[in-house]
């Protein structure tokens, strides 16, 4: 393939940005594996497998595990994204077919605004008007009514949890997923919609047609959403109670990676590998972001392949 000489210099001035990003990131890496590799030296599987966390003068006497947070950051994004699904969808749909062009319009802007917003106006929020809301009107009658279930077996006792964390998030993550969604789903060819309407099939066939063409997009958007909320740190630092606690139960509080970074790091530099400790979570939460986006991404790529055949 020949090309022009505006479109070599084009492609030379491009290529170094191009390649600076991709080194970037392998920067970013390697650094946080050079910081904490003191911590995988010391403690090695039990770093990941250990809910202690032993902070102490003496290097010998530390002990530092992130089970806690590895699957309080996975427990609190997987519910939140779970939560967000129907929301996301039931407002795409709203927005993109239910209402008139004059509302829908101005309620799509309402919602990129809102994904725009500052984490910490949702954190807050959360905390002083959705943690108490939640432990005396939800937590306090589950756990009463449905103590039985493992899920609510544990006693709210001041509202930071699990649960609430997860709906501040999803409430922060469904105007994202929304974007993506709408996105999605505008991007749909018109052949669909008009083969459909022209074999007689009524409004909500039609919805169900396109939400089934758009089936691998909701998964594509629902990772990449999964992805961001894993690395939320205001939003869960703020709701989630900050305890280094493994559990199931919805009620009780718990870590995540960002918010122990965040609770941990100011002190963390007074003992040897405590901060080592930290930045081991910080990797491991970028691989984990990296292979989500990474795997959400492709599948957006694929689904274009598949439906403009």
Same mark, same amino acid.
């Given at each position: 393939?020949?090309?022009?000489?505006?479109?070599?210099?084009?492609?030379?001035?491009?290529? /170094?940005?191009?390649?600076?990003? @991709?080194?970037?990131?392998?920067?970013?890496?390697? $650094? !946080?594996?050079?910081?904490?590799? /003191?911590?995988?030296?010391?403690?090695?599987?039990?770093? *990941?497998?250990?809910?202690?966390?032993?902070?102490?003068?003496?290097?010998?006497?530390?002990?530092?595990?992130?089970?806690?947070?590895?699957?309080?950051?996975?427990?609190?994004?997987?519910?939140?994204?779970?939560?967000?699904?129907?929301?996301?969808?039931?407002?795409?749909?709203? @927005?993109?077919?239910?209402?008139?062009?004059?509302?829908?319009?101005? !309620?799509?802007?309402?919602?990129?605004?809102?994904?725009?917003? +500052?984490?910490?106006?949702?954190?807050?929020?959360?905390?002083?008007?959705?943690?108490?809301?939640?432990?005396?009107?939800?937590?306090?009658?589950?756990?009463?009514?449905?103590?039985?279930?493992?899920?609510?077996?544990? &006693?709210?006792?001041?509202?930071?949890?699990?649960?609430?964390?997860?709906?501040?998030?999803?409430?922060?993550?469904?105007?994202?997923?929304?974007?993506?969604?709408?996105?999605?789903?505008?991007? @749909?060819?018109?052949?669909?919609?008009?083969?459909?309407?022209? *074999?007689?099939?009524?409004?909500?066939?039609?919805?169900?047609?396109?939400?089934?063409?758009?089936? /691998?997009?909701?998964?594509?958007?629902?990772?990449? $959403?999964?992805?961001?909320? #894993?690395?939320?740190?205001?939003?869960?630092?703020?709701?989630?109670?900050?305890?280094?606690?493994?559990?199931?139960?919805?009620?009780? +509080?718990?870590?995540?990676?960002? $918010?122990?970074?965040?609770?941990?790091?100011?002190?963390?530099?007074?003992?040897?590998?405590? #901060?080592?400790?930290?930045?081991?979570?910080?990797?491991?939460?970028?691989?984990?972001?990296?292979?989500?986006?990474?795997?959400?991404?492709?599948?957006?790529?694929?689904? &274009?392949? &598949?439906?403009?055949?």
């Amino acid at each position: 393939m020949l090309f022009s000489r505006s479109d070599k210099i084009l492609f030379y001035t491009t290529l /170094p940005l191009a390649v600076g990003v @991709v080194g970037l990131l392998l920067a970013i890496a390697s $650094s !946080l594996l050079a910081q904490a590799w /003191p911590s995988f030296e010391r403690f090695g599987l039990e770093l *990941l497998l250990s809910s202690t966390w032993r902070p102490s003068e003496d290097p010998l006497e530390e002990l530092y595990g992130l089970a806690p947070a590895i699957v309080g950051s996975l427990y609190v994004a997987l519910l939140a994204t779970a939560i967000s699904i129907p929301l996301s969808i039931s407002l795409m749909l709203t @927005v993109t077919e239910v209402l008139p062009r004059g509302l829908g319009t101005p !309620l799509r802007y309402v919602v990129e605004v809102m994904g725009g917003l +500052p984490t910490v106006v949702y954190g807050l929020w959360g905390s002083s008007v959705l943690v108490p809301l939640l432990r005396d009107n939800v937590m306090k009658p589950l756990h009463e009514y449905l103590g039985f279930i493992p899920l609510f077996s544990c &006693r709210p006792l001041t509202g930071y949890s699990v649960l609430t964390a997860s709906l501040v998030l999803a409430i922060a993550s469904t105007p994202y997923m929304t974007a993506l969604l709408i996105e999605g789903y505008q991007m @749909v060819p018109s052949k669909y919609r008009e083969g459909a309407y022209s *074999l007689g099939a009524l409004d909500y066939e039609v919805y169900g047609i396109m939400l089934g063409i758009l089936k /691998p997009y909701v998964v594509a958007a629902a990772l990449l $959403s999964f992805s961001r909320a #894993l690395g939320e740190t205001t939003i869960v630092a703020l709701t989630v109670g900050n305890s280094m606690k493994l559990t199931t139960c919805l009620l009780d +509080p718990t870590y995540t990676i960002p $918010s122990l970074i965040a609770n941990q790091f100011d002190s963390a530099g007074l003992y040897r590998y405590a #901060l080592p400790t930290l930045f081991a979570g910080a990797l491991i939460l970028l691989l984990v972001c990296l292979a989500t986006s990474y795997l959400g991404i492709r599948m957006v790529y694929a689904w &274009r392949e &598949r439906v403009y055949v």
